[in-house]
């Protein structure tokens, strides 16, 4: 093989374990099997597990937020400039939730990896998140311009809690099929899109001069 074909070899037989089995519980010996390729060889590209593993994640999050700006540029095109809070909130939540949880897509290894990626906490994956933050910058920059009169720091609330949903939509929703007694239905990704888009639209469009919500402070105690 060439080297270019070695290195998709190594990635595409990594993708496929991390699909079914934890981070921790792949070695690199199984990776090297299953690639048909030798311990030299992934070193090389690679230089550890840690490092494969983070450019399988930006590689494949490069992709998914490939897919977010082209939903959000159209929404732009059609808005004139200025899209919808629905639409922006379409762009952002829709293609991750299509990805993790669309019967199509779901069984796809690389559905299957980010679906992982999103319930393990591992400090590669975590890094990268950490760090890397300025596509969500364009969904923030938007949002600004829907809602002109919304503080700035609503504006980031409403974006953290919208991603929080999907993060938890991915990474929980059999405990909320239990809870819900099957009345959720997780297998309608469309429904889910809709509802998550829904009430992220409410926390971000809502009075922005409601009376303030009374919070106790931390060790305080009733008279």
Sequence with gaps: MSSDQTKTAILTAAEMLWAERSFGEVTMRDIVAAAGVNLAAVNYHFGSKDELLAELFISRTTV???????????AE????????????????????????????????????????????????IK?????????????ATALRLALPHRDEVDIYWGLHFALAMIRQTVTDSERLKKLSGG?????????????????????????????????????????
């Design 64 to 74: 998914l937020n490939r897919e977010r700006f082209a939903e959000l540029k159209a």
């Design 127 to 139: 890094k990268i998140v950490d760090r890397e933050f300025r596509h969500l910058q364009r969904f």
């Design 77 to 124: 095109l059609e808005g004139g400039g200025r899209p919808s809070v629905e639409a922006i909130l379409l762009a952002l939540v829709g293609p991750p939730l299509r990805w993790c949880l669309s019967p199509d897509l779901q069984r796809s290894a690389a559905a299957r990896f980010m679906t992982r990626a999103s319930v393990e906490t591992v400090p590669p």
């Design 183 to 223: 009345l959720c239905d997780l297998n309608d990704t469309d429904d889910i899109i809709r509802r998550i888009v829904a009430v992220a639209k409410v926390a971000l469009v809502g009075s922005a001069t409601a009376a303030p919500i009374a919070v106790r402070a931390s060790g305080s105690r009733k008279s």
